[in-house]
């Protein structure tokens, strides 16, 4: 099946600064990429449909100028953490959805962020 | 709008027991995915099996099995003489079918714990 990669795959930082967590598609190409968040032993919510060339769409209550979405090529979607608190902390999950016939998505492994 | 409700929060069984993780969802769609995940601790999830709406046929691999009934919204899934392997988060999800959309909503997640 496709592969989706993340990197990294887990990161420490200081409240204050900023992270990026990168989604790849290895062997496709993906207009349409998914960024979720999930808190521990609780479910996956869908954060940002991440659109290549355009603008991201975020759910109702996710701050779209503290979770910044770039997807500037098919392959390729990035989330960046802004000025992260401790609250942010969490396991970030991104998918990616191949075009065509039985279009479906693929997960990535997922970046585990803890900030302190 | 769209819902998965999977109540049971979490379930403890003797290895080679069969257990059944029951999914109930809501939509105003007629065309409609419904998937099983797992997620073992690693955090990784892995896809189990997608369904389409129109598609009611139960559908078995290896000890596990699907029970599709849209009379009752219902989309269960059976393990069949369970291992200790088996033990992990397991995650109902729906999507609607709108290419320009495709979110996929994810259950709360049933806890399976299997013991030796």
């Known amino acids: 099946g496709a592969v989706v990669s993340q990197h990294p795959s887990r990161v420490i930082c200081k409240s204050g600064t900023s992270v990026k967590i990168e989604c790849r598609s290895l062997?496709?190409?993906?207009?349409?990429m998914f960024w979720y968040r999930q808190f521990p032993k609780q479910s996956l919510m869908l954060m940002a449909t991440s659109n290549e060339g355009s603008k991201a769409t975020y759910e109702q209550g996710v701050e779209k100028d503290k979770f910044l979405i770039n997807h500037a090529s098919l392959t390729l979607s990035t989330l960046t953490v802004t000025s992260a608190h401790p609250e942010d902390s969490s396991f970030y999950i991104c998918s990616a959805r191949t075009s065509g016939f039985q279009e479906t998505q693929y997960f990535g492994p997922g970046t585990r962020l803890l900030v302190l | 709008a769209q819902k998965v409700t999977q109540a049971q929060t979490e379930i403890s069984v003797v290895e080679k027991e069969d257990v059944t993780l029951d999914c109930v969802y809501e939509t105003r769609d007629t065309t409609y995915y419904l998937f099983w995940y797992k997620q073992p601790p690693s955090g990784e999830l892995v896809f189990l099996i997608r369904?389409?709406?129109?598609?009611?046929q139960n559908e078995i691999s290896g000890r596990y099995s699907w029970n599709f009934q849209k009379s009752t919204s219902s989309f269960n899934f059976t393990i069949t003489a369970s291992q200790v392997v088996d033990s992990a988060v397991y995650f109902c999800a729906l999507s609607e079918t709108d290419s320009s959309a495709s979110k996929i909503i994810f259950g709360s997640g049933t806890r399976l714990s299997i013991r030796p």
């Open positions: 062997d496709f190409q993906a207009t349409t």
């Open positions: 369904r389409n709406s129109f598609d009611e």
